[in-house]
């Protein structure tokens, strides 16, 4: 799992969103999966986004008037899935976070915890190979924090996914295997972590 740490301001979230096929570099070449984005169109980015790559953020950004099952669902119903087939692989993703029996509730009805596992059951029911995390644990407690870190961390071993989190919570340190960290837009540090 890699790690993008820096102050407010340093650039974590632009990267973010170049990693993410959001944003076009001003300058270099970004690939994803082996296939270049740099010069891709916005609809042919989108391809990539929805085929290769989960997004969990700080804010979860679930619908609120939805219920748990239904803001995974609807990931894999903007991925063109059968409501049948999309019912049955939400409550897979669910239960894959431990949350199978919350199902029914809706996000005002979850702790922050609860509604960051949702988001990343969302994120990793297409099944992407790239998890890109937009300070994951920010609005949670240390707890619920170490909880969603150590579930990250499993989720790239266990996996086999590429799973970059951009945070500025030192807490989460020592749960990654590469740490990059950036100031005023630029790496200033890059080490690898063996564990």
Known sequence: MA???????????????????????????VSVMGQSITGLSERKRGVIRQRSIGYIF????????????????????????????????????????????????????????EKQRVAIARALVNDPPIIL????????????????AEMLTRIAHDQDRLVVIVSHDPRIVQFGSRIVKLQDGRVIEDVRVIR
Do not use: W, Y
Not at 6 to 14: I, L
Not at 72 to 94: H, T, W
Not at 133 to 148: K, Y
């Open 133 to 148: 995390a937009d300070e994951p644990t920010a609005s949670l407690d240390s707890t619920s924090g170490s909880q969603i």
């Open 3 to 29: 790690l993008v740490m820096g102050p407010s301001g340093s650039g974590k979230t632009t990267l973010l969103s170049v990693l993410g096929c959001l944003l076009t570099p001003d300058a270099g070449n």
């Open 58 to 113: 700080q804010a979860f950004r679930l619908f609120h008037s939805l219920d748990a099952i239904e803001n995974v669902i609807i990931a894999l119903e903007i991925s063109g899935r059968p409501r049948k087939e999309a019912k049955d692989e939400a409550m897979s993703a669910l239960d894959s976070v431990g949350l199978a029996d919350k199902r029914r509730l809706k996000p005002n009805e979850l702790s922050g915890g």
